[in-house]
């Protein structure tokens, strides 16, 4: 059974174009994460939730939308795509918000803008 | 100054000897630190986690810490080939966010 899935694993569209990740963990964890790993395999948070609230943002362009429709799913949405959008985001849960949780992650989703 | 900075390599190491990897934070308050190991288009896979200053084992992997020099470190002892990948320093900063370092490439060498 995997712990943290994210579908789709890959992802080729054209900038300009709207899309959705799907995240889902059956680990019974109440946090959940989008991280963003970048060409240079730097990775980057973007997004905390815990049980449905939103923690914690970064940074991120507001084309960049998380929703959560209940604490085992956590999606991102994104609009207006554009090339530099092109990385791998993974998700990643943890048990909760107590300190030194440590974090699991899905398998990516690799999603390249042409 | 990045908030974890890693050396990112590559750094060779012969099988079967020792491999230290190093990693420093800038944020004084962290009390949480981890090791992931990071196989080429892999997710990021945790394999040790500490909270106090010295040293904890786990099998071939010790991770050291030290809150005075801001420094923590892994060693990788009996080093194997499947041991080569990117080895991800991350430190817990505020509520629960993971900061990660920039990663360091090693090669076991056979």
């Known amino acids: 059974d995997t712990a943290v899935s994210q579908t789709p694993k890959y992802l080729v569209t054209q900038m300009g174009n709207d899309k959705s990740i799907k995240c889902e963990q059956n680990?019974?964890?109440?946090?959940m994460y989008w991280y963003k790993q970048d060409s240079k395999k730097f990775l980057k948070i973007m997004f905390s939730?815990?049980?449905?609230?939103?923690?914690i943002n970064e940074t991120v362009p507001n084309r960049f939308s998380p929703k959560s429709p209940d604490k085992a799913h956590l999606n991102l949405h994104i609009n207006s795509l554009e090339l530099g959008d092109s990385a791998v985001y993974f998700c990643?849960?943890?048990?909760?918000?107590?300190?030194?949780?440590?974090?699991?992650f899905g398998d990516g989703t690799r999603l390249s803008i042409l | 100054q990045k908030e974890v900075e890693q050396n990112s390599g590559p750094l060779s190491v012969p099988e079967g000897a020792i491999a230290s990897l190093n990693c420093t934070y800038s944020d004084r308050g962290s009390q949480s630190f981890f090791w992931y190991r990071q196989y080429s288009g892999k997710s990021p896979e945790l394999i040790m986690s500490?909270?106090?200053?010295g040293d904890k084992e786990d099998g071939r992997f010790t991770a050291q810490l030290n809150k005075a020099s801001q420094y923590v470190s892994l060693l990788i002892r009996d080093s194997q080939p499947s041991d080569s990948a990117t080895y991800l320093c991350a430190v817990i900063q505020g509520a629960q966010k993971l900061v990660f370092g920039q990663g360091t490439r090693l090669t076991i060498n056979p």
């Open positions: 939730y815990n049980n449905k609230e939103l923690i």
């Open positions: 680990l019974g964890h109440d946090t």
């Open positions: 990643a849960s943890s048990q909760d918000l107590g300190d030194g949780q440590p974090q699991h």
């Open positions: 500490i909270y106090s200053n």
